[in-house]
């Protein structure tokens, strides 16, 4: 984008970034410097002139707040502000002329929007529009509702865990008390056995302190005849006693004086030191296990020649779907009643198919020698080819994650770029023929699952081909089919079994059987999880059978 005034120029025509909606209308082209929220209109410094004095309570920015300009007009380029005029079929984009001089010279195919509208009015497309933008808008509302739900709970959710640990605080403050009085009992108890010994000591001295003193008291006075005999008996029973307390003191000086001092337990404090928390706070998700309530069958027509193996199924973000047909190497556009309205030519028969974004398809297609993923646009309900990458193995399965493709052979698990560049080998298990079948990417793209045909087994993945887990049922022979949820919901077919089961996210457990043999499946080819409908759809020949779902029941995951 060009700021500050600058322009840019294509031959003659001075080519701006916004230009003024009014000296448009006059087939004047001026640079536009202001822009008006309530008329949508860009603005140059004449025009805005007689614009405010039409209108004094319009809020009108300028190029300080650019950012506020795009966004107002359905038909003004969002990035430039002028008005749409052509559409680029490489990019899907409806281009201003500054887009196209900026960002689309080297396109193949550009196309003019009157010409392109033509009696577009009268398409069916343009007809269902407003039920698709009120089936949308009910659909946000339902999640925003959720969502709304969710943030409430999130309170609820805060207070219990508040409450649980103030109880665990409390509950610690408790056994610390406890503690602390079991200690403190201690202490009183070897208190009071000192003291006691202490006392027993003091009442020993005062006794015979007292003792030596009434004797000597009366050694002295004594008086009469016998003052002499009586005098020498005094003294020999006071010297007796002298003895005595010199052996009773000394006795009580050689006890030693306890001191008395307190030592911690030495677990305590490193224990409660090494506490970074009183307890982890643990997120984790609510794993919704399906059922299946109902079932409806579509026969998918083109013509009576046209045979079908319907051998992969993804959904667009329109809810239309795109499905690839071994039988006759064809890639057919289904409405969402499951009408065939369009088809493109494959040069091989493919063997599955994923969205890449918005409308865009990865397709793997094998012959005996050439092998390829080919890349297709689907717009307005048609199909287009725009590119294709040859590979040097075998593409049984293509699976997509934030700019990469995960391509199996096999028995070997790829990684490559857009460009058809190999970037890595994930995984590999030559011990047998088709060990790495289908594969799909968890939502987060932490883990990949493999389906090891010959086994009999579901491969859990990390992003670096580290096998996880590896899950064996006896609902699952021959697994060759897998899709998940936007939510993370895996499903697996077994071929062999006839049964759709749901695993859990960690690939370690069967969750649920959802389809049997006896509900009508017979040798399933391909599966889908339509988010529009949170249905399953499992294909085979020219049947796409719809299973209706409901969550019966929750689990902690």
Known sequence: MATGGASLYKGSDLIHDYGCSKCEE????????????????????????????????????????????????????????????????????????????????????????????????????FKQLPVAVDKMRSRLGELTNARLKYQASLTDMYKDILAEIKALRKKMNNILDHLEKKTVKELDSMIKGLETNIKVDIDACTHMHDQLKTMIKKVQQMTGKH???????????????????????????????????FKPDSSLQPFLNNLHVF???????????????????????????????????????SGDLVIANKKNSKVIFLNRQYDVTASCDLPFPPEDLCLISGNEVAISVNDSIR?????????????????????????????????????????????????GNIITKIYEDKSIGLTVNRCVLSPDGERIYVTNYLRHKLITLDKTGKVLCSL????????????????????????????????????????????????????????????????????NTRIISVCIQLTSGVRKC
């Open 227 to 261: 003052k002499e005999t009586n005098s020498y008996i005094g003294y020999r029973r006071c010297q007796d006693k002298l003895d005595k307390a010199e052996e009773q003191m000394q006795t009580m000086q050689r006890k030693p004086e306890p001191r008395i001092s």
């Open 371 to 419: 092998h390829e993923v080919h890349f297709i646009n689907v717009t307005r309900g048609k199909l287009q080819k725009v590119t294709h990458s040859t590979t040097v193995h075998w593409c049984f399965s293509v699976a997509y994650h934030q700019g990469r493709l995960f391509v199996s052979s096999g028995n070997t698990l790829y990684q490559y770029n857009m460009d």
């Open 26 to 125: 006059h087939d004047r082209n001026t640079e536009a410097q202001h822009f008006c929220q309530e008329c949508e209109h860009y603005l140059c410094d004449n025009c805005v002139k007689l614009h405010n004095g039409y209108h004094k309570k319009h809020t009108v920015y300028g190029r300080g707040d650019i950012q506020k300009w795009a966004g107002f007009a359905l038909d003004k380029c969002d990035q430039h502000g002028n008005k749409l005029e052509v559409h680029c079929d490489d990019h899907q984009e409806l281009c201003c002329h500054v887009c196209v001089a900026l960002n689309h010279r080297q396109c193949s195919s550009i196309s003019h929007l009157p010409d392109l509208s033509r009696d577009f009015l009268k398409t069916a497309e």
């Open 279 to 317: 307890g982890s706070i643990e997120k984790f998700e609510i794993l919704h296990v399906y059922k299946a309530l109902d079932f409806k069958t579509y026969y998918v027509k083109e013509n009576d020649n046209f045979r079908f193996s319907i051998v992969g199924i993804c959904e667009l973000p």
């Open 472 to 539: 064996e049922d006896t609902e699952l022979e021959n697994p060759s089919g897998l899709c998940i949820s936007p939510r993370g919901h895996v499903f697996v077919w077994g071929m062999k079994s006839d049964t759709v089961i749901q695993v859990d996210r960690e690939g370690t457990q069967k969750m649920a059987t959802l389809v049997r043999k006896a509900d009508g499946l017979s040798k399933p080819q391909s599966l889908c999880f339509s988010e529009q409908t949170s249905s399953l759809l499992v294909g």
